[in-house]
């Protein structure tokens, strides 16, 4: 878990929502402003979940696959 927190993804996913949520609440583009900022915070966000989960499936997958080959070396072995 702390390996997610420091990871570059996360810090700058949470230094694009700081950025996005200051324009958007400061006023600085008026409404333009205001409503590029909300998606700004949606977009980073997401993009972010998006990428996290395809690197935990390719993460489970190989596991998986790891494992796969750890239980048909076991069973060769149990029938030796």
Known sequence: MKQKLTS???LISIFTNIVSLIIAFSNL???IGTVLGIIGVIGASVIYIITEGKID???ASANYEELS???ENLKKKEGE
């Open 8 to 10: 570059r993804k996360f």
């Open 57 to 59: 499936s390719v993460s």
């Open 69 to 71: 080959k750890l239980i």
């Open 29 to 31: 583009g008026g409404t």
